[in-house]
């Protein structure tokens, strides 16, 4: 068994919203998959996501494009309602991954990285919790359990416009003349929604928590 990420993720106030999270959900999935083709997402009981990331180091990027693409959707000043609300708890899982049956599908797969993601997600609605990391590896789930949150409080502060900047910067590398283009903006504009989201300040950490992963495991 290979060592892998698997993010899974549970929409928020689902039956509620007015947005088609199905469809923005899909639409992430092929912006990812345009880079990665062999990440995999499936949605389960409607509003519960599972995804497959190849490369364990590349699992918390990831979460961050899939949170960003979901809030670009989140509209409303103050307290968001949540019909206008697109948003999920995300808990990520690192470990081995074994396939059972050829036809490649995450419902016939198993292993330490499905059992680390599901059963803290099923853990997180009840502590109020975003985003969650396990590894499996007592000392870096410690580490991890000391970030997340302050991953969540910047995150979960993304307003739409941030996030509609933030997303492309992830997922293509995209310059802020660029983003300011895209959403007809000033450069200037864009590189502020970029700074206000704290994002540099994210792949920082990003970058210790890949090499971090990747010592320890040997990956």
Same mark, same amino acid.
């Given at each position: 068994?290979?060592?892998?990420?698997?993010?899974?993720? &549970?929409?928020?106030?689902?039956?509620?919203?007015?947005?088609? $999270?199905?469809?923005?959900?899909?639409?992430?999935?092929?912006?990812?998959?345009?880079?990665?083709?062999?990440?995999?997402?499936?949605?389960?009981?409607? &509003?519960?996501?599972?995804?497959?990331?190849?490369?364990?180091?590349?699992?918390?990027?990831?979460?961050?494009?899939?949170?960003?693409?979901?809030?670009?959707?989140?509209?409303?000043?103050?307290?968001?309602?949540?019909?206008?609300?697109? &948003?999920? *708890?995300? %808990?990520?899982?690192?470990?081995?991954?074994?396939?059972? %049956?050829?036809?490649?599908?995450?419902? %016939?797969?198993?292993?330490?990285?499905?059992?680390?993601?599901? *059963?803290?997600? &099923?853990?997180?609605?009840?502590?109020?919790?975003?985003?969650?990391?396990?590894?499996?590896?007592?000392?870096?789930?410690?580490?991890?359990?000391?970030?997340?949150?302050?991953?969540?409080?910047?995150?979960?502060?993304?307003?739409?416009?941030?996030?509609?900047?933030?997303?492309? $910067?992830?997922?293509?590398?995209?310059?802020?003349?660029?983003?300011?283009?895209?959403?007809?903006?000033?450069? *200037?504009?864009?590189?502020?929604?970029?700074?206000?989201?704290?994002?540099?300040?994210?792949? *920082?950490?990003?970058?210790?928590?890949?090499?971090?992963?990747?010592?320890?495991?040997?990956?």
């Amino acid at each position: 068994m290979i060592t892998r990420a698997v993010i899974t993720g &549970d929409i928020i106030a689902s039956t509620k919203t007015d947005l088609n $999270y199905k469809e923005v959900i899909e639409d992430i999935a092929a912006d990812i998959q345009k880079h990665d083709p062999s990440f995999r997402m499936e949605l389960y009981r409607g &509003d519960t996501i599972q995804m497959l990331v190849n490369k364990a180091a590349d699992g918390l990027f990831i979460l961050l494009v899939v949170k960003a693409g979901l809030r670009r959707y989140s509209r409303g000043k103050g307290s968001i309602s949540v019909k206008t609300l697109l &948003d999920a *708890r995300l %808990s990520l899982g690192i470990g081995s991954v074994k396939e059972e %049956s050829s036809d490649g599908a995450l419902a %016939s797969m198993n292993g330490d990285a499905f059992i680390n993601s599901g *059963r803290t997600l &099923d853990k997180m609605k009840a502590e109020g919790a975003f985003i969650k990391i396990t590894t499996g590896h007592e000392g870096m789930d410690l580490e991890f359990a000391a970030v997340a949150p302050l991953l969540e409080a910047i995150t979960q502060r993304w307003s739409s416009n941030q996030a509609e900047a933030i997303y492309p $910067y992830l997922l293509n590398s995209a310059t802020q003349a660029q983003i300011g283009h895209t959403l007809n903006i000033s450069q *200037r504009g864009a590189g502020k929604r970029l700074e206000t989201g704290n994002i540099d300040n994210i792949l *920082r950490y990003n970058d210790y928590f890949k090499k971090r992963l990747t010592w320890k495991l040997k990956i």
